[in-house]
T-cell receptor, first 112, second 114 residues
Framework: AQSVTQLDSQVPVFEEAPVELRCNYS??????LFWYVQYPNQGLQLLLK??????LVKGINGFEAEFNKSQTSFHLRKPSVHISDTAEYFC??????????FGDGTTLTVKP | DGGITQSPKYLFRKEGQNVTLSCEQN?????MYWYRQDPGQGLRLIYY???????QKGDIAEGYSVSREKKESFPLTVTSAQKNPTAFYLC?????????????FGEGSWLTVV
């Protein structure tokens, strides 16, 4: 069975500071990893995903994530955040069965 | 523009009533999904469909029903058997139900029991 743990439920940060949102996963087979963002009262949209190849994945809005197989992690990072990055972020894992499992989400709040 | 349309955005249900949430997509995707989202929690899969006229239960299917008569439509009925239906419901789709495919989401529907 696959599972996802987002280690921080809330992350407050000041504008222009760097941020890291942490995600650990467990799966018995090869995995595909995703980060989605959800703005208030909206659906989710894809930020980035890891399928194979380079372990550093770049996504939209300046976000990137690094796949670390030995630590079973897929942490999301941004070197300098903006007020508009305030949202909820979900890590998800999908294994060979095709079903995606989502973490509980991390609320990123960017303060001026 | 291509996308997923959910309606209504807000819905109120009385105790004992069935309600149906609409989901339409014009992305020509084969796979469609319904998720439930509660505050502070992740998404939980209710039902999914990989092809027309076929669907499977997800992790929390009890008290819900679906149909997939057309490729572009996947309505969700919340029945009176669902004891705690107040939540945010998200419809989604992907090209096919393969593990590496991106899932595209609608804007969601809020259901409140009054």
């Amino acid at each position: 069975a696959q599972s996802v743990t987002q280690l921080d439920s809330q992350v407050p940060v000041f504008e222009e500071a760097p941020v890291e949102l942490r995600c650990n996963y467990s799966s018995s087979v090869s995995v595909y990893l995703f980060w989605y963002v959800q703005y208030p009262n909206q659906g989710l949209q894809l930020l980035l995903k890891y399928l194979s190849g380079s372990t550093l994945v770049k996504g939209i809005n300046g976000f990137e994530a690094e796949f670390n197989k030995s630590q079973t992690s897929f942490h999301l990072r941004k070197p300098s955040v903006h007020i508009s990055d305030t949202a909820e972020y979900f890590c998800a894992v999908s294994d060979g069965a095709g079903k995606s499992t989502f973490g509980d989400g991390t609320t990123l709040t960017v303060k001026p | 523009d291509g996308g997923i349309t959910q309606s209504p955005k807000y819905l109120f249900r009385k105790e004992g009533q069935n309600v149906t949430l609409s989901c339409e997509q014009n992305l020509n995707h084969d796979a469609m999904y319904w998720y439930r989202q509660d505050p502070g929690q992740g998404l939980r899969l209710i039902y999914y469909s990989q092809i027309v006229n076929d669907f499977q239960k997800g992790d929390i299917a009890e008290g819900y029903s679906v149909s997939r008569e057309k490729k572009e439509s996947f309505p969700l009925t919340v029945t009176s058997a669902q004891k705690n239906p107040t939540a945010f419901y998200l419809c989604a789709s992907s090209i096919a139900d393969n593990p590496g495919n991106t899932i595209y989401f609608g804007e969601g529907s809020w259901l409140t029991v009054v």
